[in-house]
């Protein structure tokens, strides 16, 4: 097992690592939409996604892997009535490729943000 850590994403804020490495997978823990700064981007789920996005992508990269590697996610929003703007963000990022996800609207979230996903991808 290895901890994966990527100076390109907001460092965590609690006592887990930004992802683990293990057997050729990766396990993200769940992003949430902090910039390098470990604020919270402003705006709504629009912005909040593409700032989780970005932070994906740093830690999938410093695990040798790609949103493109990537089988499944999962995805806690605040709100379902946010469901379509996410749907927008979430398909601009991985394209053509549709891996297995799961979204579910949860009570409340860290930093009290819009929207968190987590990603379990191959490395390789």
């Known amino acids: 097992m290895k901890n994966i850590h990527s100076d390109n994403a907001p460092q965590a804020i609690g006592p887990y690592s930004q992802g683990i490495a293990c057997d050729g997978w990766f396990y993200s823990s769940g992003q949430i939409p902090l910039g390098l700064d470990g604020q919270v981007v402003p705006g709504g789920v629009e912005e909040q996604a593409g700032q989780v996005f970005a ?3 740093a830690v999938l990269a410093a695990a040798g892997s790609s949103l493109a590697q990537v089988v499944k996610t999962t995805v806690f929003l605040k709100d379902l009535e946010d469901f379509a703007k996410l749907n927008a963000v979430y398909a ?3 394209g053509t490729h549709k ?6 609207q949860v009570a409340r979230l860290p930093r009290d943000v819009l929207v968190e996903i987590e990603v379990i991808a191959r490395v390789g």
């Open 55 to 57: 932070n994906l992508r």
């Open 92 to 94: 601009e990022a991985f």
């Open 99 to 104: 891996p297995a996800r799961s979204c579910v």
